[in-house]
């Protein structure tokens, strides 16, 4: 079933922010069908090592996922979105502002329809504002948004993140949550609404520990000068084999383990100072320190019940076979519409009443049209018209 069982979506979103929200909610039991144009390239859909028609990068995002295939610039297609939209509850868009709208399909379009559709547009930079029609990617919201001017060393150059921080933390994370809000209110008021997400605009809230300064006491966060971008020991620290201790011992008491496990617990007054050249000269140090010793014989310290904030940087193989990743079943076999399984990683959030739904992995564009499109009525005969017309496939 799945603790959103009945709620039924409709998915127009590529490439990632989108499908990263959709296969969330997917994964908490709702019914969702994603919209393809029968001949539109997803990038995502050839992303990394194939498994079978689609890559593994697709198979994950879109698991539990139906596949309809239509040509949104033909009539019969809106037509028969105009259709499904009476039994769907929510719609997740990321075309650029109006063009929903263009092709017909936009909220108030659909709210003639069915008042109760909650409609989620996620973009960029959001339906307003000068920059709503600019292209644009994780990098650059990052980058307008602020984050990026204080996330990265003095004599260096911004780095681009390992993970799409705009894409999932501004835009896939608060879909998400925008979305259940709705749903909340919907029952609440039998009313729908639109929801529009800016990727820029949420990139700029993740300024919460240091914007709030520059906002009352012009204090600008510039990098390696805060608390947590490496202006104190809570930093990365090189082992003599050449890998990294992340070390984030801030507090008193984790201070105080972090002297004992370098040998020189005298060394917690020289932490715990306020003053620059106090912490400048720890970090010192702890770099000389953290040297002495490779990474396997840091974690076999670590490893017996060190409780200090002190973890070793992990390759995502090493990760993946971690124990208490393991011990979280973060990684599942999800079932393949045409036999076997893929791995995949998991869905994060643990429910005392409910568990995750994984149906099966991402399927090729229009796997399921002719069964959803028989699903509201349509006919063989209509089905295969549609097809010869290149209107679905």
């Not at 498994?51 to 297609?77: I, M, W």
Request: hydrophobic share 40%; with cysteine.
């Amino acid at each position: 079933m799945g603790i959103l069982s009945g709620l039924k979506v409709l998915d127009f979103s590529t490439l990632l922010p989108g499908p990263f929200a959709t296969m969330m909610l997917a994964d908490m039991g709702a019914e969702v069908v994603k919209v393809e144009a029968p001949n539109r390239t997803d990038l995502v859909k050839y992303l990394g090592p194939m498994d079978g028609e689609v890559s593994a990068t697709f198979g994950h995002l879109n698991r539990s996922k139906r596949s309809l295939a239509l040509d949104l610039k033909q009539p019969e297609a809106k037509e028969i979105i105009y259709q499904l939209i009476q039994e769907y509850d929510i719609v997740v868009e990321q075309f650029r502002p109006g063009v929903m709208d263009k092709l017909g399909i936009g909220y108030g379009k659909l709210k003639e329809i069915n008042p109760k559709i909650i409609f989620c547009s996620i973009t960029g930079y959001g339906q307003t504002g000068p920059l709503r029609n600019r292209a644009g990617h994780d990098i650059n919201y990052l980058s307008l948004a602020g984050v990026m001017s204080y996330s990265y060393r003095k004599d260096q150059i911004p780095v681009p993140a390992g993970v799409q921080v705009a894409d999932i933390a501004g835009g896939s994370m608060p879909a998400v949550i925008g979305i259940l809000a709705a749903v909340y209110h919907r029952e609440k008021t039998g009313e729908g609404q639109q929801i529009d997400i800016s990727l820029t605009d949420v990139s700029f809230s993740l300024n919460a520990m240091y914007g709030p300064g520059y906002l009352i006491g012009k204090e600008e966060p510039n990098p390696e000068s805060l608390l947590l971008n490496g202006g104190s020991f809570y930093d990365y620290y090189e082992t003599k084999d050449h890998r990294y201790l992340s070390i984030g011992s801030l507090e008193p008491q984790f201070q105080a383990r972090l002297c004992q496990l370098i040998g020189d617990p005298s060394l917690i007054k020289l932490s715990g100072s306020e003053l620059v050249e106090d912490q400048l000269a720890f970090k010192e140090i702890l770099i000389k320190a953290i040297k002495q010793k490779t990474l396997e014989e840091w974690i076999l310290f670590l490893e017996d019940d060190f409780d200090g904030c002190i973890e070793p940087v992990l390759s995502f193989s090493e990760a993946v076979n971690h124990p208490q990743l393991k011990a979280r079943e973060m990684i599942v076999s999800v079932p393949k519409k045409n036999g076997g399984t893929q791995r995949q990683i998991a869905f994060p959030i643990k429910f005392s009443t409910e568990q995750a739904q994984y149906h099966f992995a991402g399927v090729q564009t229009g796997n399921d049209t002719e069964e959803i499109l028989k699903e509201i009525g349509l006919t063989e005969e209509a089905i295969h018209a549609l097809t010869k017309k290149e209107i679905t496939s």
